[in-house]
């Protein structure tokens, strides 16, 4: 049996789910959407093809994530996106099944845990395993995490904000915060509804966040076209809207996050206080790439932040690191339960 084709790592995000085969890296990165036809259940298409029929679907037709807060909110259809993703992923010639490792928040629940492995298994895994997000995303920003010296890291993804300090290899504090991305997507479409009295979907709210979005107002503004319907009219409309209005939007996200922060870092015992102060705090995820958040969080805190190389990978990136390093890791990172 070949090493390189009977294992593969998920990073089951709530917004997208990166694969990760060994020898071959991350060799699918789609969106974690499904879309399901109504009357008979069946489901018609996953990933990007899924995600483009937001907001544009017949009756019939339903489009949804199945991964709510990092965590399956919907059984059935979350085993068909993981089929789907281990059926993309490996030759038709391979008729091994694979093993799986899925990343799942620090919060979950054994319960949560149980429904990712069986959601694998029944897809078609071999054996399945899961690891707390926050570790895997420390090993893929390049944090040795095996080292007595204490780090870091602040992973914001779609549906889940993971704090954590690691040393030794394991998780001394940690807290999950159900606020991230889709959160700060949710505050500018509501910003842009109450301002500018236009409706606009979840994508271009995300797609404003990406192009203009910071976490703080600066006085050189950048500004962004955006296409709506006008609530009062009906009607198609365009506006014009500037990074500053973005920032007050997400403010609110961004300092639930930053009261996460605060809250571990009085868990933290003393020693390794001192390592995260003269080393920094690592951010990672999608939800890190948010302009000025570093700064924002340094100065709250007093403690240097700084963003992981790759922020949107780092967790796919650690999924690979310890599927490749396996005996070493199983014990300490991976759970089969």
């Keep these: 049996m070949s090493f390189f084709t009977n294992q593969l790592a998920i990073d089951l995000g709530t917004c997208n789910c990166l694969v990760f085969v060994p020898g071959k890296g991350i060799v699918l990165n789609e969106p974690s959407v499904v879309a399901i036809s109504r009357p008979g259940n069946a489901v018609l298409a996953v990933g990007a093809e899924a995600k483009s029929m937001i907001g544009r679907t017949p009756d019939n037709i339903v489009v949804y994530r199945p991964l709510k807060d990092g965590v399956i909110a919907d059984y059935r259809v979350t085993q068909a996106m993981i089929r789907y993703f281990i059926k993309k992923t490996r030759s038709r010639f391979n008729i091994f099944k694979p093993e799986v490792l899925a990343s799942i928040p620090v919060g979950a629940t054994s319960t949560e845990r149980r429904a990712v492995i069986e959601a694998a298994i029944t897809a078609g895994a071999r054996a399945a395993y899961v690891a707390k997000e926050p570790i895997l995303s420390a090993i893929g920003a390049g944090i040795p995490i095996n080292s007595c010296e204490g780090n870091m890291i602040i992973d914001i993804g779609g549906g889940t904000s993971e704090i954590a300090v690691i040393s030794l290899g394991g998780i001394v504090t940690a807290h999950s915060l159900r606020v991230a991305g889709d959160k700060m997507d949710e505050k500018i479409a509501d910003f842009i509804k109450k301002e500018y009295n236009l409706a606009i979907g979840s994508q271009t709210a995300e797609e404003i966040k990406i192009k203009i979005g910071r976490a703080f107002p600066i006085k050189k503004e950048e500004f962004y076209e955006i296409r709506g319907r006008d609530l009062p009219s009906g009607l198609p409309r365009n506006i014009k809207a500037s990074s500053n209005e973005v920032a007050r939007a997400v403010q ?74 396996l005996s070493v890791y199983k014990k300490t990172v991976m759970s089969q339960k």
């Design 252 to 325: 609110e996200v961004c300092l639930e996050i930053i009261e996460g922060i605060k809250f571990i870092l009085k868990q933290t015992p003393p020693e390794l206080s001192a390592d995260i102060m003269n080393k920094g705090m690592i951010l990672a995820g999608g939800g890190g790439l948010l302009r000025g958040l570093d700064q924002m969080i340094a100065k709250a805190t007093g403690v240097p932040c700084f963003v992981a190389g790759e922020a949107l990978l780092c967790v796919a990136k650690g999924t690979g690191v310890v599927l490749e390093n």
